[in-house]
């Protein structure tokens, strides 16, 4: 059992059973679409190929049976009535040359009376008469006047020795009737034998036959073993003419079979006849029986068609679903591992930075304190010979102290976010308030800031200080991207009336930001080079935004400037 | 209102020196202690007006140190010393008592001031 399924296993294509890899890329699908159509479709089509096949040969055996019952049956039938025909003649025959002796028959006057009483019984009897042992007839009842004629050198003459009985084959006679004849023999206690032959007339054989009611298309007819037909035919020619069909090989059981000539495939039955050369034939046209066959195996066949299509059609379609929503899963889940993956980046970073700013600011502590002593010590002793320089130096040392502890803090900003308070915000407010900061740099700097503020945004709730951070963090990265001079647009909007987000756009006409540096412009501590910063300001801007469900999208070109747009929800659940 | 003792608690001996020379520079008693189980010594044997406690320390935790201060010397003010990002053991030792809590590193004359006000709080006490 095993290893049939194992064969049957290895019959199904490797690239079917392989589950599409990541490596195939979006190939991948395509592949993954093809094979599950291909495996839809063999497990729905193959049972209706079975059930089709199955089916087609069922009928087509049940209805041959069918067809081929009644042609034996009349076969059969209509060959016992003609064997029952010829006993019968050859009875009477039989009967009347126990019963006369020679002297009786020889004579012509009771001859005649004999046949005309025979006659009487069975019209069709064309002539009697007697033959001696020499061949010599020698009394003769009938139309033909056949006294004296000698037999002695014909075939069923010597037939008719032998067997005792012989029944001829049709033949046409002096007046261009076709019949044929009975003779039988009989044997006198000298030795010697006589024998009686009567004509019969084939017009009563032909009518049994023709008496059969047979539906158009269907033929019978009787033909000897020579082929020359006995009786006429509707289909395959006239009496004593020879029939298209060939011969077929002795048998008195009825023989069914199928036969192509030139008008196309028939039913062809026979059975000789007993005790005679004939045989029995009948054809019939298998379109009048096999109709009904045909309008069977065109509705399979259709019903086939139609199946084969719609399983088709669903294949396609159910395998197109399904892998729109496996790639659709897949890239989500890849989009949420990039982010995941973001986030974990951050996290750790997060804590390699609060680790650092704790580590450097115990002798940042010291180098401060040791730092004022010393400022103090020369302050303190008035007469000290480098007295303004050293203040100088150790006012320097100090200075330097204030900016790591500047850095420690902003690491430490980085790290924890600080504490969060949320409360109710006037963007445009806020916007103002940290505009105010950079109002001196502006300034000097010349740089214009032209503010598009929506007059009634609806306020929100967040932290303010995180919130003033994104955006000091971002509108300072537009001052440094600017020229002196340069101009730098900030614009508020609501999507919509009731929008769930506000929009806030900082838009510099600076040298803009290269594709490399795009793709980078979020990760903490990545700097373009072009101006000194800790490369942390966008990330926490990023960081915030995105923990309360917003976004932010650049939109920058080297040499066009750069816009950035931040989207944030009304309501911070998480901030 | 000068003249009043401080005892300054710190594990970094060259923090605790620097330091405590300058507080002395301005005229100031100081005593030192560079953990807290040597600063409660102190305590029994002279307590001061004021103790600068560091929160981090090995041993004895900064506000461990501060429960016990506040439960032996009630008279004696304490100002807390906590590292940047540690203002939550600032807030929390508040609550346990402490005058107030100063960032390191720390501006000579804004610790100076916090003392006074901690002298001032001392006699209005």
């Given amino acids: 059992m095993s290893s049939f399924i194992n064969k049957l296993r290895e019959l199904i294509p490797k690239s079917i059973k392989d589950f599409p890899d990541y490596g195939e890329g979006p190939r991948r699908y395509s592949l993954l679409r093809k094979n599950l159509i291909l495996i839809i479709c063999a497990i729905a089509l193959l049972p209706l190929v079975l059930m089709a096949s199955i089916n087609y040969l069922e009928y087509q055996s049940a209805l041959k049976e069918e067809m081929v019952k009644p042609l034996r049956r009349l076969i059969t039938s209509t060959k016992h009535t003609l064997e029952l025909f010829l006993t019968e003649r050859e009875s009477t025959l039989r009967l009347l040359i126990r019963e006369r002796s020679f002297e009786e028959l020889r004579e012509q006057k009771r001859l005649v009376h004999i046949f005309q009483s025979l006659k009487h019984e069975f019209p069709e009897f064309v002539d009697l008469g007697l033959i001696d042992s020499s061949g010599l007839q020698r009394s003769y009842s009938g139309p033909y006047g056949l006294l004296g004629k000698d037999y002695s050198g014909q075939t069923w003459f010597h037939e008719v020795q032998v067997r005792g009985v012989h029944i001829s084959d049709v033949f046409l006679g002096y007046r261009e009737f076709p019949h044929f004849v009975i003779a039988v023999k009989k044997d006198t206690v000298a030795g010697d034998f006589y024998v009686l032959r009567a004509t019969i007339d084939t017009e009563k054989f032909n009518n049994l036959i023709s008496g059969i009611s047979l539906r158009p298309g269907s033929d019978m007819f009787i033909i000897n073993r020579q082929g020359v037909l006995q009786t006429p035919s509707r289909y395959h020619g006239n009496v004593l003419e020879k029939s298209p069909l060939p011969v077929p090989p002795v048998s008195q059981e009825a023989v069914i079979s199928e036969v192509v000539d030139e008008q196309g495939e028939k039913l062809f039955g026979y059975a000789y006849l007993r005790g005679s050369s004939s045989i029995l034939i009948v054809t019939k046209k298998p379109g009048e029986v096999l109709g009904g066959w045909f309008a069977l195996r065109g509705e399979l066949l259709l019903l086939f068609i139609v199946s084969t299509v719609i399983i088709i059609f669903v294949a396609i379609k159910t395998s197109r679903l399904l892998v729109d929503r496996i790639q659709e899963a897949d890239q989500k889940r890849e989009s949420v591992y990039i982010e995941m993956e973001h986030t974990s980046k951050l996290a750790s970073l997060g804590r390699l930075a609060a680790g650092v700013a704790h580590e450097v600011n115990n002798p940042l502590a010291i180098i401060n304190e040791k730092a004022g002593l010393l400022k103090d010590l020369v302050q303190f002793s008035k007469e000290y010979q480098d007295r303004q320089k050293m203040l100088s130096l150790v006012d320097s040392v100090l200075g330097s102290v204030s900016r790591c502890r500047d850095i420690t803090h902003r690491l430490l900003g980085f790290a924890k976010r600080m504490d969060v308070k949320v409360e109710t915000i006037y963007l445009n407010q806020l916007i103002e308030e940290v505009l105010g900061f950079l109002e001196k740099e502006a300034f000097h700097r010349n740089i214009k800031v032209e503010l598009k503020l929506a007059p009634e945004l609806a306020p929100i709730a967040h932290d303010r200080g995180q919130l003033q951070q994104v955006f000091l963090n971002i509108i300072n990265n537009a001052f440094e991207a600017v020229e002196d001079g340069g101009n730098i647009a900030i614009t508020t909007r609501e999507q919509e009336k009731h929008a769930e987000t506000i929009e806030v756009e900082i838009a510099d006409d600076g040298g803009g930001i290269s594709v490399e540096d795009l793709k980078h412009i979020f990760d903490p501590f990545y700097t373009s080079g072009k101006v000194q910063g800790t490369g942390l300001g966008l990330s926490i801007a990023y960081g915030i935004v995105a923990k309360c469900g917003g976004d932010i999208k650049v939109h920058s070109a080297v040499g066009e400037g750069s816009t950035f747009t931040v989207k944030l929800p009304k309501n911070c659940a998480t901030a | ?125």
């Avoid at chain 2, 720390?106 to 100076?112: N, P, Q, S, Y």
């Fill in chain 2, 1 to 125: 209102m000068d003249g009043y003792s401080v005892l300054l608690v710190d594990d970094e001996e060259e923090f605790v020196s620097a330091l405590s020379e300058r507080l002395m520079l301005r005229g100031i008693e100081v005593e030192i202690a560079l953990d807290g189980e040597e600063a409660l010594a102190r305590m029994k044997e002279k307590p001061p007006d004021v103790v600068i406690l560091d929160v981090m320390m090995p041993g004895l935790s900064g506000l461990e140190v501060l429960k016990m201060i506040r439960g032996s010397h009630p008279q004696t003010q304490v100002i807390l010393l906590t590292g940047q990002g540690s203002t939550k053991e600032g807030i929390e030792g508040m609550r346990l008592g402490a005058f107030d809590y100063l960032i390191k590193p720390v501006d000579i004359e804004e610790m100076l001031e916090r003392m006074k006000e901690a002298v001032k709080a001392i006699g209005n006490g």
